[in-house]
């Protein structure tokens, strides 16, 4: 489906990020947070994942957002070929239920 001509049902949106969200095992809402705020600047996910493949390597951070970009740039790799066929607000959205769903399970970590 090419981008942007058909919209998609929430109920679709919310399945997706329900599938991308159980995937991010400990990852915490703030560094999912940063990691989309990237998303939305570039609107490039081939950057973003890039750029989470970056953070997961880097020494100015802790163990713990180092795994949790580690996570982000495999979770996210893994489902590019679905997000790379929905509209950039669609996938804004899509993300957006994403974090919801991590706050929810952790507690609003």
Partial sequence: MPKGD??????????????????????KRTE???????????RDLTKAISF??????????RAGQKRSYGRISSVMMKNKMILEGISVNETFEI???????????????
């Fill in 6 to 27: 058909v919209l998609m049902e929430t109920d679709r949106k919310i399945d997706i990020a329900k599938k991308i969200a159980k995937e991010l095992i400990d990852v």
């Fill in 32 to 42: 999912w947070t940063k990691w989309v705020e990237y998303y939305k600047l570039r």
């Fill in 52 to 61: 989470s493949h970056v953070l997961s390597e880097s020494l100015m951070l």
């Fill in 95 to 109: 993300f957006g239920y994403v974090g919801w769903l991590i706050s929810t399970s952790s507690g609003f970590g």
